[in-house]
């Protein structure tokens, strides 16, 4: 058969669903090899927004998401995406066409050396140089791409190569299991545990990336420890549960790093030090028991005593299996932080003031939402007040990027998450900063005929770097910009916009869009003017008053 499609065929035979993308004159042959597929292929309007697509299908899913450019520019379009799954450990694989190899029929236009270019922030990347490569070269970056820790992989597929006869087979898939921990670092965790007075669990985003929400409840509720969360371990575990303390959207100074600063043992159940530490180890004499599919990687500010490695679901259940809850334990303190931690999270969920108080835009969305709907945060001010105020229900529905943390994600991830699960209710929150980052988008999103609430907060600012040169007593400068009427600019891709003129206006208009077919565009004036006072000054006051 023609390589191409051998390519597509080794695609379909991984479990390959969709490819997200913008084709070219290089991916002409793999585009009709596509054509004759089960594979769906999504036309995006940027690559970058399909690379996006792409990391999120597997974040969701544990499968690898595939995502295609051309070269040059189209290939150059797709770092930032690469750079995106490979910090936040999301399976995925970029395809990127060239010109031909064994000639040249335009000397060197639009060639980079794009293989080069990206092995710093993949895991694989390669050129397949023969047909005969295909086959294996495709199992090869999956396999590399979704293996403990996940994340990017590349192949460049040159278009005389794609037209290449072979007769090699199709490589299929593998089962693979993964690894148990060896019950002496079992023992080690659970000698630790018995010896410990405050212990706490921390869950990260590995905890988020398989199925181990039923082992680790079970785990709390036999052990009654305490519990919180990084940003991208949210609702791991429900977070409405009695012994949750709390998100560690702050680095600092909020309650739950007083509970933090009292405990004397950690449990790290899946936390990547990727994302900012809720802890620093070099502050006192803190233990740590690190949990996870893969050994820690050290840190100056992180060095755990003790390493269970394996798989996290087994691993918590082989400590339970061996631990009785010690009457040593003391958690008083940590449900004092808890109690004051939920007092403060009420705090103006009902002012009348607009531009609309974050604080009131968050509790109104999460009453809004079902719990098993799904919001997409990009990256912005409001990605602290949604992680710290907004309680997830349940596993990935609370998609957020707090690793690479990059703006124009947040429309993207909702295509994506709607695909995945097509019964389910979607919102993307987006500033007005990251939207306009890849707004093209929501003519993907009309085409596909989708279902989705876009959110849009307006301050006609950068309004997180803002908030930090403000803490920093800098003047307030370089950092507005005008906006689109985006009403009408929703209006001109055939979705449906609204402006929300009253505080009052917005949970009503958020119910009505939800249960609505087609694409909502709400535009909501937000007023950031608490950020500084509540998240650098009112939450540290109040918390050291514990």
Known sequence: MKASDLF???????????????????????????????????????????????????????????????????????????????????????????????????????????????????????QVFSGDMVSACVREAIRTAEEERPGATHLEFPEDIAREETNEPVIKASKVRRPVAEKKSIDQAVDMLSRAKHPLIL????????????????????????????????????????????????????????????????????HDVVEKPPFFMNDKSLNVIHVNFFSAMVDPVYFPQVEVIGDIANSIWQIRESLAPSPNWDFSYFMKVREHKEAHLKRKIDDPAFPMLPQRMVHETREVMPSEGIITLDNGMYKIWFARNYKAHQPNTVLLDNALATMGAGLPSAIAAKLVYPDRPIMAVCGDGGFMMNSQEIETAVRLGLNLTVLILRDDAYGMIRWKQKAMGLDDYGLTFGNPDFVKYAESYGAKGYRVNSADEYKPLLTSCIESPGIHLIELPIDYSENDKVLNHEIKELSAAL
């Open 203 to 270: 869950v990260g985003a590995g905890a988020n990336r398989k199925i181990t929400a039923k082992t680790l409840r079970e785990f709390i509720d036999h052990t009654g420890i305490p519990f919180f969360d990084t940003q991208m371990g949210k609702g791991v575990l429900d977070e409405r549960h009695p012994l949750f303390i709390g998100n560690a959207a702050l680095s600092d100074n909020d309650f739950l790093h007083r509970a933090v600063a009292h405990s004397d043992l950690i449990i790290n159940v899946g």
């Open 8 to 126: 597509v065929q080794s695609l379909e035979a991984q479990g390959v669903e969709y490819v997200f993308g913008i084709p070219g004159e290089e991916n002409l042959d793999l585009l009709e090899s596509l054509r004759k597929s089960n594979i769906r292929l999504i036309l995006t309007r940027h690559e970058q927004a399909a690379g996006f697509m792409a990391a999120v299908y597997g974040r969701l899913t544990g499968k690898t998401g595939v995502c295609l450019s051309t070269l040059g520019p189209g290939a150059t379009n797709l770092v930032t995406a690469a750079a995106y799954a490979q910090l936040g450990a999301m399976p995925m694989m970029m395809i990127t066409g060239q010109k031909p190899i064994k000639t040249s029929k335009q000397g060197h236009f639009q060639i980079l050396e794009v293989v080069d270019m990206m092995h710093p922030i993949t895991k694989y990347s390669r």
